[in-house]
């Protein structure tokens, strides 16, 4: 019975959890200022959101809409792409949650 009941919270847990997450692009953008901030279409401005790509994860603080390329879901600043390490690649598939 225990066991069910654990099982059960895992279950529910974990399907809380990836209900919420995005798999897409991420894309940066230059500009002055930055820290980490991030664009998102839906995500209320001041969220911060988690995003994950190659074994790194950071957090970035939603301060724009977009982007409005198809695919991507998040468009990252400067300083947030260089702690993730995707400036080399410019576009990298990542989780969004």
């Known amino acids: 019975m225990k066991r069910t009941i654990i099982l059960a919270a ?3 847990l974990s399907t809380a959890f990836s209900a919420d997450a995005q798999s897409g692009l991420a894309s940066y953008y230059g500009g002055r200022g930055g ?20 074994g790194r ?5 939603v301060n724009d809409r977009g982007p409005f390329i198809r695919g991507r879901i998040v468009d990252l600043s400067v ?9 080399g690649a410019g576009v990298v598939p990542v989780s969004v949650y």
């Open 35 to 54: 820290g980490m901030t991030c664009a998102h279409r839906t995500a209320a401005m001041g969220t911060v959101l988690t995003v994950s790509h190659g």
């Open 79 to 87: 300083t947030a792409a260089r702690a993730l390490g995707m400036t």
């Open 10 to 12: 895992v279950i529910s």
């Open 57 to 61: 994860s950071i957090q970035c603080r």
